[in-house]
């Protein structure tokens, strides 16, 4: 099973049964040159200034008719480390051992951001990767008890292909898209624009589709002298609601603005608006309205340097 047919909006929706969660933010955020100081590589355990041990293990949860696990979650745990140390000896005899620990939550397909208190297995074999059992009561424990069926299946999928529908009430914007939108612009060419700055805009709607404005000097056909804002466009041609998008998109007069660039494999449809506003502002509403079939008044923005 690669796909599933979604009721919420009548399309087939791909099945994701892999997650690879980031290691912990102490890792991730430590600056890089006291990494060689502070972690230590502790034979498939990884050490954090003496004081924290980590784990990368897997979250298994079943689906109804399955004798394989349907969803396999790498993610990391923190360890007891006193009951790692009273039971390092079984681990090194041959036997497996089970380790109080905790997780941060699989916030992508679940309403908490808190972590959650689990189990670890860690076996001796080496090729057997750490066996993650949440224990605190909650929705994701609830997903390991048993197996699930189909339906609660399309749920979790549902939390990432339609994830603005699961974050509360859809926000309600008072002011018109195009005066938002060209706030947006004024806060981000001070921001980034007259800094000599790169930058990216996410525009994002209630399906969780999106797509990016930059700054024209990103582009692929950019010249140095480049200035003003540009529209990046993917398809992911082997995502049928991608296609399908694409479709719509090449359907439209406005496409022929745009230069076809094939970067990874992917079709990327490129355009550098400049300076117009007024002719961005057009393209942008045209497309969210055409190609993503979004309503205009719920669609919000986030942005960033690159």
Known sequence: MTSYHCETCNKDHKIFRGLEIPPPALITEMPEAEKAERIHDLGGLVGVDKLHVFINGYIYIFLEGKDNPFFSWHTWAALDQLELRSKLKTLIEGEPITIAATIPCVSVFYDSTETLDCTVTIFPDADTSPDIVVTQPSQLQQDQAKPITLDRMKEIMNRLHHAGDFSG?????????????NQLLDEVTTAYADKGDDFYINLQGKHS???????????????????????????????????????????????????????NGIPTYQFNVGEDRKLLTELVIEILSSVFQEEIKQVGFDHDAL
């Open 169 to 181: 009430k859809q926000e309600e914007f008072k002011e018109p898209f195009a005066i938002r939108f």
């Open 209 to 263: 589709v999106s797509f990016q404005l930059v700054n024209s000097g990103v582009l692929e056909e950019a010249s140095d002298q480049s200035a003003g804002f540009g529209i990046d466009l993917p398809f992911d041609l082997s995502d049928q609601e991608l296609v399908e998008r694409q479709q719509r998109f090449l359907a439209l007069p406005l496409s022929a603005k745009f230069t076809r660039h094939d970067l």
